[in-house]
């Protein structure tokens, strides 16, 4: 099982700063099979990112992501108020598909 | 649009069964995989299950695997999760996907709480 371990846990920042998260892999991840999902409370997670750096519909440029290997970066680069939340990394190389433990994005 | 809407939630027993349904709509249904995915409070989410278009391929995570069976059926563009022998940390909300890889459509989720 691939285990993704995301850092910091928490991060503290204000609106129209840059938040960068960083999720790190047990073992390679094959074709860049990473995605990124934000969630905001009371609601399902929200796919921002799949292929590592493909936004999904809708999904602001503000939004990127990159990495490759075991080492991948989801970066926001001017927060909005919305953007406080968890993400959460997550890898569909191989099966079980996991999730890494989240990283709250907070005022 | 999209639409999945998860129902069968409910409180059970340690030992019991429940059911899951997901109704599907706004999309061509036999083009897509489908998941299941749950989350308890304060935890990530959970990878459970997917099975393919026509059900060739199905996969389990090993904490259900034995216990919990996926299954759809495409003339009612639904798919089901029968969980058996549900123990205390099955407690979670579960949603469907869809997608087997990963996922940008998710029912709102329906409550499982396994209690005594």
């Known amino acids: 099982e691939v285990v993704l371990t995301q850092s910091p846990g928490t991060l503290s920042l204000s609106p129209g700063e840059r938040a960068s998260v960083s999720c790190r892999a047990s073992?390679?991840?094959?074709?860049?099979?990473l995605a990124w999902y934000q969630q905001r409370p009371g609601q399902a997670p929200r796919l921002l990112i799949r292929?590592?750096?493909n936004r999904a519909t809708g999904i602001p440029d503000r939004f990127s992501g990159s990495g490759s290997g075991t080492d991948f970066t989801l970066t926001i680069s001017r927060l909005e108020p919305e953007d406080f939340a968890i993400y959460y990394c997550?890898?569909?190389?191989?099966?079980?598909?996991?999730f890494g433990q989240g990283t709250k994005v907070e005022i | 649009q999209v639409q999945l809407v998860e129902s069968g939630g409910g409180l059970v027993k340690p030992g019991g069964s429940l059911r899951l349904s997901c109704a599907a709509s706004?999309?061509?249904?036999?083009?897509?995989?489908m998941s299941w995915i749950r989350q308890s409070p304060g935890e990530r989410p959970e990878w459970l299950s997917y099975?393919?278009?026509?059900?060739?391929?199905?996969d389990y995570a090993d904490s259900v695997k034995g216990r919990f069976s996926i299954s759809r059926d495409n003339a009612r563009t639904s798919i089901f999760l029968q969980m058996d022998n549900l123990r205390a940390e099955d407690t979670a909300v579960y949603y469907c996907?869809?997608?087997?890889?990963?996922?940008?459509?998710w029912g709102p989720g329906t409550l499982v709480t396994v209690s005594s």
């Open positions: 099975i393919s278009a026509y059900s060739n391929y199905i």
């Open positions: 073992q390679t991840i094959a074709n860049n099979y």
């Open positions: 997550q890898q569909y190389s191989s099966s079980p598909r996991t």
């Open positions: 706004g999309f061509t249904f036999t083009d897509h995989y």
């Open positions: 996907v869809r997608g087997g890889s990963n996922w940008e459509f």
């Open positions: 292929n590592t750096s």
